[in-house]
């Protein structure tokens, strides 16, 4: 590192207390630690204008930051580039543009095995509950959602696709809009862990029996994923190791001013627990 250089890394995050973001926050931190560098947290609260005005302080300050789930756009997040200044995007919002480096997990892959999953075990009236409309992560795991219907001949029911934030209130409720159905599903994919323990919830409010009556899968797998009961079947993402591996990035990108893969996608894997099981009513 030269004499320029403050050995501070500059990292932009919406919530610093949920659980998925503070997997990558671990990830980054022991990152830093291996590379003798240290870790500046910054929250953005989902704010555009605030995100935008923290990067900017950030260049002041730092040699780099990384972003997780930006608002900002591909152009602005490529002027910083521009300038000389090195940002490497994790878990991008929105699809980005080619050249801006990135650490992204196969959201299609782990939508795929929950699919596969649910189907294996008998499932025919599978229901998701998604995250917002036009989310990368969104509409990557609709698009396995979908495909794993079409691909066992099963009809898509636009009754059975409920949007949510990724939340627990709100997965409570698109819980309760799907199992107060005149006929309900058998299986809920849940596009979040935390949108999946809200379905626990409002499943055990209607007196209904998890895995019996109803089965639940995941997605992300986070430390609440052991805690609830039934333990979640979930699609696992490598949290830590993203956020690792953003910095190991970021790292090359300080040192030689570009890298050959900007874009990184790291492996989901479905991890099952006690939330599934074959149906013991007919779909």
């Given at each position: 590192m030269t004499s320029a250089r403050t050995g501070l890394v500059g990292i932009l995050v919406p919530v610093v207390s949920d659980l998925y973001f503070?997997?990558?926050?671990?990830?980054?931190?022991d990152g830093v630690l291996e590379r003798d560098l240290r870790l500046v947290v910054t929250p953005t609260r989902h704010e555009h204008a605030h995100e935008a005005s923290l990067l900017d302080d950030?260049?002041?300050?730092?040699d780099g930051a990384l972003v997780i789930l930006p608002e900002a756009s591909s152009g602005e997040l490529a002027r910083a580039l521009d300038n000389g200044y090195?940002?490497?995007?994790?878990?991008p919002l929105l699809p980005l543009?080619?050249?801006?480096?990135?650490?992204?997990?196969?959201?299609?892959?782990?939508?795929?095995?929950?699919?596969?999953?649910?189907?294996?075990?008998g499932h025919?009236?599978?229901?998701?509950i998604t995250g917002p409309p036009g989310w990368l992560a969104t509409e990557a795991r609709r698009a396995g959602y979908?495909?794993?219907?079409?691909?066992?001949?099963?009809?898509?029911?636009?009754?059975?696709?409920?949007?949510?934030?990724f939340d627990l209130s709100a997965g409570a409720a698109a819980a309760a809009q799907l199992l107060d159905l005149p006929e309900p599903p058998t299986a809920?994919?849940?596009?979040?862990?935390a949108i999946a323990i809200g379905a626990l919830r409002s499943a055990h409010d209607r007196g209904l029996r998890v895995p019996e009556d109803l089965s639940i899968v995941g997605f992300d797998d986070i430390a609440h994923a052991t805690v609830v009961r039934p333990t979640l079947t979930t699609v696992r993402q490598p949290l830590a190791e993203m956020g690792r591996t953003a910095v190991g990035l970021l790292t090359r990108l300080l040192e030689r001013g570009s890298v050959e893969t900007p874009r990184?996608?790291?492996?989901?894997?479905?991890?099952?627990?006690?939330?599934?099981?074959?149906?013991?009513?007919s779909a």
């Open positions: 503070a997997g990558m926050l671990a990830g980054a931190a950030m260049r002041q300050a730092t090195p940002v490497v995007v994790i878990d543009d080619d050249g801006i480096p990135s650490v992204v997990v196969a959201h299609r892959s782990g939508a795929d095995q929950a699919m596969a999953h649910l189907l294996g075990l025919r009236r599978i229901a998701a979908r495909a794993g219907l079409e691909g066992a001949g099963i009809p898509l029911v636009p009754a059975l696709e409920v949007e949510a934030d809920v994919f849940a596009f979040s862990d990184i996608e790291l492996p989901t894997r479905l991890v099952i627990r006690e939330s599934t099981a074959a149906p013991r009513r």
